[in-house]
């Protein structure tokens, strides 16, 4: 009867963390990495969560007014015993796209990547960029 106790414990964790944790039944289908985007004046920014990803294992292209984000998580190489009681952290490769509401200059594009935020400032084409044009009395 133990193993039977075992296994039912077990299931009830698993349902348990699956309906407190909505997010975990569909894992898949969530957008990652999670990203903030905001307009000013002059630029597009772009600030995308990229915890545990190195800068390097990063990508950013911007074509048109799309910009697509890849990288890699790496698995950290450790010498562990046992089997895993949980593991939450993603591994392996990502993409997410979004298209911008406008026109971006990619080629004076700068991306920073600082404490794990991947920031991406892209410059509006002079074409879109709001003018204020002054008023004369005559």
């Not at 002059?42 to 984000?69: Q, Y």
Request: glycine share 6%; net charge neutral.
């Amino acid at each position: 009867f133990q193993e039977v106790f075992s296994l039912r414990r077990a299931v009830d964790r698993i349902l348990d963390e699956a309906f407190s944790r909505p997010s975990l039944l569909f894992a898949g289908s969530m957008d990652w990495p999670a990203v903030d985007i905001y307009e000013t004046k002059d630029e597009v920014v772009v600030k995308a969560a990229v915890p545990g990803v190195r800068p390097e294992d990063i990508e950013v292209t911007v074509s048109g007014n799309t910009v697509t984000l890849r990288g890699e998580f790496r698995e950290e190489q450790e010498a562990r015993e046992g089997s895993w009681i949980r593991q939450e952290r993603r591994l392996g490769a990502f993409t997410r796209s979004f298209v911008l509401p406008v026109e971006v200059m990619a080629d004076k594009a700068v991306a920073e990547y600082e404490h794990g935020i991947l920031t991406l400032r892209l410059p509006k084409t002079e074409t879109v960029k709001a003018r204020t044009i002054k008023v004369k009395v005559k």
